[in-house]
């Protein structure tokens, strides 16, 4: 499974806003990762046609979370800027070449998609069991309980580490 680098940076992004009392403009945020502005700018888009962050307008505008860090899984993240579509897709290749398997024949998926489609699954399960809160959980065991809140000063500051 390979996901695309916009579901790290969109991870990142859920993590430190909520350290954030006010909206982030993005520009903020890339500026802290040390990312590109216009291709954070796509995932936080992608994280809120999802409903996971919600764009504030106006002069002091930009994201703030929208649920509880609790409710939001690495799988709600991975589906809203990757998209839900299974890994694997099988193109029923068992019934081609000299050996095909006639399709009336093919009522059961093949060994190959069983498997493949268990794996998914799994691997979706164990996102799903994984959320924001746990991420935050593991800054602060990690980095200390200042961590993110000096984060979130930075980020609400509008220039420069202070």
Same mark, same amino acid.
């Given at each position: 499974?390979? /996901?695309s680098?916009?579901?790290?940076?969109?991870?990142?992004?859920?993590?430190?806003?909520?350290?954030?009392?006010?909206?982030v403009?993005?520009?903020?945020?890339?500026?802290?990762?040390?990312?590109?502005?216009?291709? /954070?700018?796509?995932?936080?888009?992608?994280?809120?046609?999802?409903? /996971?962050? $919600?764009s504030?307008?106006?002069?002091?505008?930009?994201?703030?979370?929208? $649920?509880?860090?609790?409710?939001?899984?690495?799988?709600?993240?991975?589906?809203?800027?990757?998209?839900?579509?299974?890994?694997?897709?099988?193109?029923e290749?068992?019934?081609?070449?000299?050996?095909?398997?006639?399709?009336?024949e093919?009522?059961?998926?093949?060994?190959?998609?069983?498997?493949m489609?268990?794996?998914?699954?799994?691997?979706?399960?164990?996102?799903?069991?994984?959320?924001?809160?746990?991420?935050?959980?593991?800054?602060?065991?990690?980095?200390?309980?200042?961590?993110?809140?000096?984060?979130?000063?930075? /980020?609400?500051?509008?220039?420069?580490p202070?």
């Amino acid at each position: 499974m390979k /996901l695309s680098g916009g579901v790290e940076w969109a991870l990142h992004a859920c993590v430190v806003l909520t350290a954030a009392a006010e909206p982030v403009p993005a520009a903020r945020l890339a500026e802290l990762h040390e990312v590109s502005p216009s291709y /954070l700018a796509k995932q936080l888009q992608a994280l809120s046609r999802a409903g /996971l962050v $919600r764009s504030v307008q106006g002069k002091t505008g930009g994201y703030v979370i929208t $649920r509880d860090a609790r409710e939001i899984t690495l799988l709600d993240v991975v589906q809203a800027v990757d998209g839900a579509s299974p890994a694997f897709v099988c193109t029923e290749i068992r019934q081609r070449g000299p050996f095909a398997t006639p399709p009336e024949e093919c009522t059961k998926q093949c060994p190959v998609a069983r498997a493949m489609g268990a794996a998914d699954a799994a691997w979706r399960a164990s996102l799903a069991g994984v959320t924001i809160a746990d991420l935050v959980s593991s800054v602060e065991s990690d980095n200390g309980p200042d961590a993110l809140p000096a984060i979130g000063t930075w /980020l609400n500051a509008g220039s420069g580490p202070h």
